[in-house]
């Protein structure tokens, strides 16, 4: 099982991006899926989850300016990204709660990260 995200880059404050995350693989099926940040020097945390149900959370700190979504057709999800601020900076990791064929429980699986740089 793999998850590949993308869209990552450098953008000014009040732009936008959408990363993407897709999970490929011996996939049975996939629970909830997400999106955590680390800026340097900080702990991860997390930025938006989405159940396979479609219920979503968010950090308090991107209420009203992410959005979060995903498409189980395709084992994907998304972050679009609007009004972005310097303090967003980050490597954002995606991440999958699933079962993989062959396995009795789920596990946690996490992409490699895409870096946002919001910077004038």
């Known amino acids: 099982v793999q998850l590949q995200a993308s869209g990552g880059g450098l953008v000014q404050p009040g732009g936008s991006l959408r990363l993407s995350c897709a999970a490929s693989?011996?996939?049975?099926?996939?629970?909830?899926m997400g999106w955590y940040r680390q800026a340097p020097g900080k702990q991860r945390d997390m930025v938006a989850t989405?159940?396979?149900?479609?219920?979503?959370n968010y950090a308090d700190s991107v209420k009203g300016r992410f959005t979060i979504s995903r498409d189980n057709a395709k084992n994907t999800v998304y972050l679009q990204m609007n009004s972005l601020k310097p303090e967003d900076t980050a490597v954002y990791y995606c991440?999958?709660?699933?079962?993989?064929?062959?396995?009795?429980?789920?596990?946690?699986?996490w992409g490699k990260g895409t870096l946002v740089t919001v910077s004038s």
């Open positions: 989405i159940t396979s149900g479609g219920n979503t």
């Open positions: 991440h999958a709660d699933l079962y993989a064929y062959g396995s009795f429980e789920a596990k946690d699986y």
């Open positions: 693989g011996s996939i049975f099926s996939i629970n909830a």
